[in-house]
C-alpha cells in the first residue's frame, strides 16, 4: 500500500511554491502571481482542509482499514480453513490407514481358515481316494485269484487233454 502524503505536507509544499516566485518571465508575460490571488487561495485552501479531511480524507481511510482488515481476516480464515483441512486429511488417512489394517487382519484371518478348510477337504479326498484305491485293490486281488482258480483247473484240463493226445489214450 503506497503511503499518502499528509494534509500539513502538502499544504507546506503549496505555499512554498506559491510564496517563493521564480523570476521566469517569457514574452512579456508576467508569471509571478499577484499577492492577493495567493493568499486568498492559502486562506481558501486553509479553510478547506479541515472540511475535506474530516468528510473525505477520514472516512475513505476508514473503509481502507476495514477492507484491510476484512482481506487480512478472509486471509486468517483461508489459512484456518486449510489448517482444518489438512486436520482432516491426516484423521482421514488414519482412518484409511486402520480400515486397511482391519481389512488386512479379516483377509489373513480368511485366508487361514480357507487353508485349514482346504487341508480338511483334500485330507477327506486323500482318505475316500485311499479307500477306493483299496477297494479296487482287493476287487482286482479277487478277481486275480479267481482268474488263477480259473486258469489253473482250466491248465489241468488242458494238461489232461494234452496227455491225451500225446499218449492216445486217456488219463
Request: zero cysteines; aromatic letters at 2%.
Amino acid at each position: 500500500m503506497r503511503a499518502e502524503p499528509s494534509p500539513r505536507l502538502l499544504a507546506s509544499a503549496i505555499l512554498v511554491g506559491f510564496l517563493s516566485p521564480v523570476g521566469a518571465q517569457a514574452a512579456d508575460l508576467n508569471l509571478i502571481p499577484a499577492a492577493e490571488v495567493v493568499a486568498t487561495n492559502v486562506v481558501l485552501f486553509l479553510l478547506l482542509i479541515y472540511p475535506v479531511n474530516r468528510l473525505l480524507v477520514q472516512p475513505l481511510l476508514a473503509v481502507l482499514d476495514e477492507r484491510a482488515a476484512r482481506t487480512s481476516g478472509a486471509l486468517a480464515q483461508s489459512q484456518q480453513l486449510g489448517a482444518d483441512a489438512r486436520s482432516a486429511r491426516s484423521e482421514l488417512e488414519a482412518s484409511q490407514n486402520e480400515a486397511r489394517a482391519r481389512a488386512q487382519a479379516k483377509r489373513s484371518a480368511i485366508l487361514g481358515e480357507g487353508e485349514v478348510e482346504e487341508r480338511s477337504l483334500l485330507e477327506a479326498a486323500r482318505d475316500e481316494a485311499h479307500q477306493n484305491i483299496e477297494s479296487v485293490r482287493r476287487s482286482v486281488e479277487g478277481e486275480l485269484a479267481e482268474a488263477r482258480r480259473a486258469l489253473q483247473i482250466d491248465s489241468r484240463a488242458l494238461a489232461q487233454e494234452a496227455a491225451t493226445r500225446i499218449l492216445g489214450r486217456a488219463l
